[in-house]
């Protein structure tokens, strides 16, 4: 059934596998010698880009009955790829990558589409040009990469200031051939899927985390051991189903098997904030990661919220979600300190407000912070959404149409293949 303002969410649902660890799962069994098998690996366009690039750079990875078999090669094996390499739209992917080349004594061209050569590369190359690799960049700032790694990479000592978990992990890869002990400090905690998965590797590494800092050391003197790994469901992709659950009473969703690390499930304490009947059911822990179950029974309408610059890290990606949300919730809504918006994608923050007001929401932007004037009616709805080939974009104002009268008018929604491919097809399934 098409979804529009009559629509419920019903049934049990399985996400696709978890985006950011998909990334990670084959670039690091990809440095370990031996057999590694991924089942449920994300098949999205970023993701597949990701495993392409780790073949150019000499990983052995073989499709077998839905799962993926990778045969890796040590740190510092890296081969020089034939080709440039092309990341698509996939920020993660050129990033990681770019750190994990970094320190290897080869040269790579790395490239991606119009909407990643505008996403800013400086605030990680800078960190890795420390350790001695030569990186051109365009405008020193932009894609396309030119790379020169460094067989002798200088082990140093890391300060983030950004919280960005893309930094944090290029120079956690660019470590696996740095002889010595990297130290690495972070001022905000961000995802720590790249930690967790060298943990259950056999990896030399330490994390300690107080209220202020989060701090790592590493020390490549114990090699990757190989590991069978099935990818939990994607909480990010979760989070539409979960959110449209929550946006309209009587409706009743099960999630099976969804990633509940800590540093992702940020949405989830703000929609339970807001009133969202969400119960977590059979939390487990599955290498070094949280995997739960949950169960939605929407009772009732959802209430505003604040947000504050502290809360966004954790759920940066779900903003543009939680903005429709806000949009049906009663009062007004803030979400502080957006500024990491602007440099995703596309320019989230403006695209967010833009395409409220196209739907018949009012909403303001100040400084970076976002207003959203909610309420219970109905909205207008039938506006032509600009999403700037954002999947993020695109999935929002879709589960839009379950508040507005009129379903909006989107054009050209293949971009939504770089994250989740399955998601109109899914969404249908489950709305009654």
Same mark, same amino acid.
């Given at each position: /059934? ?11 649902? %399985? $996400? $696709? ?22 089942? +449920? ?9 990701? #495993? ?13 009955? =839905? ?91 890391? !300060? ?48 300690? !985390? ?19 790994? =099935? ?37 989830? =304490? ?23 179950? #949950? *169960?939605?029974?929407? *009772? ?34 803030? %979400?502080?300190?957006? *500024? ?6 596309? +320019? ?18 100040? +400084? ?33 149409? /379950?508040?507005?009268?009129? +379903?909006?008018?989107? *054009? ?8 989740? $491919? ?11």
């Amino acid at each position: /059934m098409p979804l529009n303002y009559k629509s419920l969410i019903k049934g049990s649902y %399985f $996400p $696709p596998g978890d985006k950011s660890i998909s990334h990670r799962i084959l670039i690091l069994a990809g440095q370990a010698i031996g057999r590694s098998k991924i089942y +449920n690996l994300l098949e999205s366009e970023d993701v597949i880009n990701t #495993l392409k690039a780790m073949r150019l750079l000499g990983g052995n990875i073989v499709r077998k009955d =839905k799962n993926y078999e990778v045969f890796g090669i040590a740190p510092g094996g890296l081969f020089q790829p034939k080709t440039k390499i092309d990341f698509g739209n996939s920020g993660t992917g050129i990033r990681l990558i770019c750190g994990l080349i970094s320190s290897n004594n080869i040269e790579a061209k790395l490239v991606g589409d119009n909407s990643l050569s505008k996403r800013p590369m400086k605030r990680v190359t800078q960190h890795l040009s420390r350790i001695g690799a030569k990186i051109e960049l365009r405008k020193k700032s932009f894609p396309p990469i030119s790379l020169k790694g460094i067989g002798n990479a200088v082990p140093l000592t890391f !300060e983030i200031l950004i919280p960005s978990a893309q930094i944090k992990s290029a120079i956690m890869l660019s470590a696996l051939n740095t002889n010595g002990t990297i130290k690495i400090k972070e001022f905000k905690t961000t995802r720590d899927h790249t930690e967790n998965m060298l943990k259950s590797m056999g990896y030399n590494i330490k994390v300690k !985390e107080n209220s202020v800092h989060r701090y790592i050391e590493m020390r490549n003197n114990k090699d990757l051991k190989t590991i069978d790994y =099935k990818v939990p469901g994607d909480p990010s992709s979760a989070a539409f189903f979960i959110s449209a659950a929550c946006l309209k009473p009587g409706s009743k969703l099960v999630v099976k098997n969804m990633l509940f690390n800590k540093t992702r499930v940020g949405f989830i =304490k703000t929609l339970i904030k807001m009133g969202g009947d969400i119960k977590i059911i059979s939390k487990r822990k599955i290498h070094n990661e949280y995997i739960a179950d #949950l *169960k939605i029974h929407q *009772k009732r309408n959802l209430k505003s919220t604040i947000l504050e610059p502290e809360d966004i890290p954790l759920q940066v990606d779900e903003i543009p979600i939680l903005s429709v949300v806000a949009s049906f919730a009663n009062g007004l809504t803030v %979400f502080k300190g957006l *500024k990491e918006l602007t440099v995703k994608e596309s +320019n989230r923050l403006l695209l967010i407000h833009k395409n409220l007001k196209k739907i018949g929401v009012k909403s303001l932007i100040k +400084n970076y912070d976002l207003y959203i004037y909610g309420n219970y009616n109905l909205k207008k709805g039938g506006g032509i959404i600009n999403h700037n080939d954002d999947h993020r974009i695109v999935m929002s104002f879709f589960i839009a149409n /379950m508040i507005c009268k009129k +379903n909006n008018v989107i *054009k050209d929604k293949s971009c939504v293949k770089t994250s989740y $491919p399955t998601f109109f097809k899914h969404i249908s399934q489950f709305s009654n």
